[in-house]
């Protein structure tokens, strides 16, 4: 079975709206390699629509430019994407499909298929709801040392308890905690 991690930047607060308001003080090469590793790891990504907006607008036009970061553009690029959408949706980037029918029976049909891991960077909605199914493997969070005060958290009040354990845990140079979770089991 096909194994789905998910990497989210959350503020000490909880918030995870809008991280490019907050989160690009405290990137580094540390949280690079991190962040790359988990995302290169995977040859499918799983997106919501407007975290895939985001990327189709960035990465491509990196890959091309040729910086720094042309090998993570580049490995995005060749890997299938597969985004989340209500909406009858037309793509530019290659590798791009919708993900059709219910979320919960697709993803579980997904990682029956055969490949390698599902990655998924941003996407709270697909998070949310993949950790409630039960279907979300790992959940890496880049705990930020800033407290933003509002915006969307990574779980709202009316969540039921979701059960995780510890996997693993660092802390980087300028005080992003990057932590490990997986299912609590039985």
Known sequence: MRKITAGLFIAADGVVESP???????????????????????????LGRVTYDTFADAWPAREDAGGEDAAMAKALGDARKIVVSNAELEFTWRNSEQL??????????????????????????????????????????????????????LFDETAAPIPLKLLGNTVFTTGVLHTVYGPAGE
Do not use: C
């Open 100 to 153: 059709k029918g219910d979320l919960v029976e697709a993803v579980t049909a997904l990682k029956q298929e055969d490949g390698g891991p599902i990655g998924m960077s941003g996407s709270v909605s697909v998070v949310r709801a993949l950790l409630a199914a039960g279907l979300l493997d790992e959940l890496h969070l880049f705990v930020h040392p800033i407290a933003v005060g509002r915006g969307i958290r």
């Open 20 to 46: 490019e308001q907050w989160h690009f003080p405290y990137f580094n090469d540390e949280m690079g390699a991190a962040v790359g590793a988990q995302l290169a790891a995977a040859d499918t990504v799983l």
